[in-house]
Structures are given as C-alpha cells and as structure tokens.
C-alpha cells in the first residue's frame, strides 16, 4: 500500500510533462487556417503518438490517469532501447462517444527525433505507436484544470460553435481533451477541445 502511494504521488508531481525545469516543451506544429472568437481550425500535417487504450471506466480524470501511468513508464525506459523521451505536451485523452463500454485513448506527443521510428514498448504496457495524417481540428481553448465536472460543458459549447457550420446529419464519434501544464502550475493553464472536421470541410481542409 504505502508503495502505491509513493508511485500515485510521483505520477501527480510529475503528470504532465514536469515543465518547472524551463525547457522549452516540444508540441505538435499546426497552422491556423480559420478564426472565430471561441474556436479556431488548425490543419496538422503529421503527428506521432504512443496510445494508451483505457476501457471500462467512464471517469475523464480516472483514465487520463490510467492510461498516463502506462506511457509515463515507457517514456522512462520501459522499451526496448530503454530509452528515456522529453516531455512533451499535450498529453490528450480522446473520449469516444460510440462505443457500449466507457473507452478512452490517452496519447503522449512523440518528439520530432523519435517520430519516425521509436522503440518498441514493453508489451505488458499495452501501449501503441500511432501516426496521425493530414487532419483539420476544430480547437476551443479554456483555462483551469480539465475536469469531469467541466469538460462536457466546454465540448457541448464547441458542437454549438460548429453547429452553423457541420451538417445536421453529421455524426460525431469522439472528442479530445488536450492538457498542455504541469499539475503543479495553477495559474495561466491552458486546455483545449479538439473535434476532427477534416471530414465536414472541403478538399485541403479550406476555411469554413
């Protein structure tokens, strides 16, 4: 018990990222190709993630951490180079609104120097490398710490944002929950919304 402890409170000194030391924390690059005054499009080339799939508990908070725990054990070399990665941010937790059973995926931002070809991981942590293609997200930015009591107030107002915009049949599968800060800083946090519209736009992902 008192060892599950020492690892739940280093995980919540250390979840996300660790940024106290001053370095500069590698994110996605993107470029913004629409802006309103509560949500933006941004287009995403290529992005590379390790993913951990979290299924049977329908708390945001719980499976962020869940699945957390996983990647911050292959990030610290449980792989196979026993390579240990930067942090990086965000770290997002992707709810999928479809499926019977609760599933949420949480994905660590692989770095440039690691995106193409990173170690394996250990196959008790059941994490995954993914690659994400050229996608268009529909971003809305809000403050404070992500939390169950708050993220479908902030999704539900970026589907009333978009609702101009996407068809009335259109059918949305998921969102993601983008957590940018240690859990250590409280003030000037920054989350996101993002919703993947690559499907409702024109060729190239063109302005609404």
């Not at 196979?80 to 994905?107: D, G």
Request: charged residues 20%.
């Amino acid at each position: 018990m008192k060892g599950k402890v020492l690892i739940n409170f280093a995980l919540t000194i250390c979840f996300f990222f660790c940024c106290s030391s001053g370095r500069v924390i590698e994110s996605p690059h993107y470029k913004v190709i629409h802006v309103e005054s509560d949500f933006e499009i941004r287009q995403y080339k290529q992005i590379s993630w390790m993913s951990a799939l979290v299924q049977g508990t329908a708390s945001f908070e719980k499976s962020t951490e869940q699945g957390f725990h996983r990647l911050y054990q292959y990030m610290h070399g449980a792989n196979s180079n026993s390579y240990h990665f930067l942090f990086t941010s965000p770290v997002t937790t992707t709810i999928m609104t479809l499926t019977r059973e609760p599933e949420r995926l949480v994905r660590y931002y692989l770095p440039i120097m690691n995106a193409e070809n990173p170690p394996l991981p250990n196959s008790e942590l059941n994490v995954h490398f993914e690659k994400w293609r050229n996608n268009c997200l529909a971003v809305r930015r809000f403050p404070g710490f992500a939390k169950d009591d708050n993220i479908n107030k902030e999704i539900d107002a970026l589907k009333s944002s978009l609702s101009k915009y996407l068809p009335e049949s259109a059918a949305v599968s998921e969102y993601t929950i983008a957590q940018y800060n240690s859990s250590r800083r409280l003030l000037g946090r920054l989350n996101e919304v993002w919703l993947d519209v690559s499907g409702f736009t024109t060729e190239g992902c063109q302005p609404l």
